[in-house]
């Protein structure tokens, strides 16, 4: 599997003793899979994206990209992984070409041309190479981000609402993006809001709420469970039974 999550957890320390933020979650991700993250708000999704991004470090349990053990082997499963955050941060005072250059610099890309040039059209980001951040709307920094996370050959890729932002158009070329990668071997793990997308392009659904996995399964597998037998047809009808709003 790509995407290996063992047992994880993580808690925080606050003035009044600790806080779980996630508790005890297992999954896996296999190459050409696009498995939707989703829950309320709170319900631990980010935080699982960054654990699994090496941004933080787990509590407990083990996370693996590609049998790679992101604490004890972290540079080899880093190389494997992009993480593409919800929020575009980005250099005030580089360009979209040169931020790009610069990931393809830091990953050792040696057909940048080729890539840069390809992901500039896919992401219609041609006519921009030398915009500034401050010259980008936000959803135009949001796919830069992308266009960084994708420059190089990771073989997992982590969206953390990768569409926030983007126009009805850019929605829909951002969906192609995800998908295509998918269907050239890419493992996907996809956290967002927007169920119909998570239910247009997702193979799996792990349905988080309160740091814990409540679900998981294909729309098809949760929509014939006998506790959401009637539910409705939806995977927004399914997802507010599951977390008792329905």
Known sequence: MAISVDHFGRTY???TGTFTAVDDLSFEVASGEIVGLIGPNGAGKTTTL???AGILRPTSGKVRVDAHDLVDDPLEAKRRLAFMPDEPHLFEYLTVEEHLRLVARLYGVD??????????DELELRGKEKSLPGELSRGMRQKVVIACGLVRNATTLLF???LTGLDPIGIRRMRETIVARAKAGAAIL???????LVQEVCTRVIIMDHGKKIA???FEELASRADLATAGSSLEQIFLRVTGHN
């Open 13 to 15: 320390s606050t003035a």
């Open 216 to 218: 998981d399964g294909t």
């Open 190 to 196: 996809l956290s967002s809001h927007l169920l119909h």
């Open 160 to 162: 953390d609402e990768p």
């Open 50 to 52: 960054r654990s699994l």
């Open 111 to 120: 057909d940048f041309d080729r890539r840069a040039g390809a992901l500039l």
